[in-house]
């Protein structure tokens, strides 16, 4: 029997896992899969460690299944594909550890309270995060779970970077800048230092999937980033506006009568690439589109992108690499060739062809500052976390 780890990342509508065996101090992925369209039309999928579907299962148009439920099922199925190993311990991605939480920790059910209260910082993501969580916690109660924070790898921000302008009787609620996507940022800074030089100096990183972000880095730390005190601020989304002036929200309410749950809707669900667009959130769907709508909305996406790296820089003071990640970072050529284009005035010089072709490094060898391209890995992270974790936990008990 192996040992093994499992991650959970639960988002709104899915419910990605992996399992990762360790091998001579490496971690190596055994299975991965999901369940996906949750509240609409359930689909299981599951693929071996090359990556091949191994079996796919639909609940068609069954909006009852739960995260609780889906859990429930994962783990009735991953061990009659695993025989050979022992899940030792699950891993979770947790959008938001608040102040308190600024490393991985093992969750008991006074922990899972602590994380309960933050859904208000992160009403829409939380939530889904937890339920696993809750659910395996009163069905294994010994299974040793630890929370991985999105938030956590911005701890280390200068205070003035985490601050708004508001007054002390505010931001003592908690109200400040965050951050997130820290486990895909921390992934690409670990890998980031060994594939060249300049890439251990101050580097940007554009996190451009579905939810995108930037992170000024400087020696694998965080020192600033696009995202604040939620998952809304920054760059436009998929689906989300980005930043905006907080004067829109109250001509909103004030002049066209929208309510809360209005103004969440539209924020979160009705803006970004599709809202601008009217067409779709998808950047595939936008590049195939001659519609000036899909125009705009890639242009607005670019030249936001080019305006953050700007201030970003600014933080940095200066610019080594940036390195592009995410769906829309490690595939779109038309994004990263924008993006790299109108950041020429930094010394960057776009290599075409490597673009095109899909290349690691997309820079030339003249360029004052390199572009790569990485492609992400969060679970990797969840798992090492979740591993030292239990790891140090035996050697507290040992000792
Ligand atoms: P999530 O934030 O949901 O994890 P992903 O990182 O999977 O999102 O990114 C999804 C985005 O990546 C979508 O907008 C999708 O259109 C885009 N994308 C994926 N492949 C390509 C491609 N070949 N060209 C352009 N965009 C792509």
């Known amino acids: ?79 009659t594909r695993l025989r050979d190993y022992r899940i030792q311990a699950v891993g979770h991605r947790v959008v938001h550890g608040g102040e308190h939480y600024v490393a991985p920790v093992r969750v008991d059910s006074d922990v899972l309270g602590k994380l309960e209260a933050l859904i208000p910082l992160a009403p829409l993501h939380q939530p889904h995060n937890l339920a696993p969580i809750r659910m395996i916690l009163s069905s294994a109660p010994d299974l040793p779970q ?152 890639i242009n607005l996406f670019t030249y936001s992108i080019n305006r953050q790296l700007g201030a970003l820089v600014a933080t940095l003071g200066g610019l080594d690499a940036i390195v592009f990640t995410a769906g829309i970072g490690e595939n779109s050529i038309l994004v990263r060739d924008r993006v790299c284009r109108g950041a020429a005035w930094l010394g960057l010089e776009l290599d075409e062809a490597a673009n095109r072709d899909g290349a690691s490094c997309i820079s030339t060898a003249a360029s004052k500052v390199q572009a790569w391209v990485i492609p992400t890995d969060e679970e990797v992270v969840i798992a090492d976390h979740t591993r030292r974790n239990i790891a140090d936990a035996r050697l507290g008990s040992d000792t």
Request: with cysteine.
């Open 146 to 297: 630890v929370a991985c924070f999105d938030t956590a790898f911005h701890h280390t921000q200068a205070r003035v970077e985490q601050a708004f302008a508001l007054p002390p009787s505010i931001t003592a609620h908690g109200v400040r800048r965050y951050g997130f996507h820290g486990l895909s940022y921390q992934y690409i800074a670990s890998v980031m230092a060994q594939r060249d030089k300049a890439l251990a100096g101050r580097v940007v990183v554009l996190h451009l999937g579905n939810g995108a972000s930037m992170c000024a880095i400087r020696g694998g730390s965080s020192v600033a980033t696009t995202m604040s005190f939620t998952a809304l601020d920054g760059l436009p989304m998929g689906t989300r506006c980005g930043a905006l002036d907080p004067g829109v929200l109250l001509y909103l309410m004030e002049e066209l009568k929208m309510d809360v749950g209005q103004v969440r809707n539209l924020l979160y669900h009705q803006s970004g690439l599709l809202g601008v667009s009217g067409i779709s959130s998808d950047m595939r769907t936008l590049e195939a589109s001659d519609a000036e709508g899909a125009k705009e909305a």
């Open 1 to 79: 029997m192996q040992d093994a780890i499992s991650v959970i990342n639960a988002g709104s509508s899915s419910l990605k896992f992996s399992v990762f065996s360790e091998q001579a101090g490496t971690l190596r992925r055994v299975l991965a899969g999901s369940i996906k369209g949750l509240g609409v039309s359930p689909r299981f999928l599951v693929s071996d460690e090359s990556g091949r579907t191994m079996e796919t299962k639909d609940w068609p148009n069954d909006a009852s299944l739960s995260h609780e439920d889906a859990t429930r099922f994962l783990f009735e199925d991953i061990p």
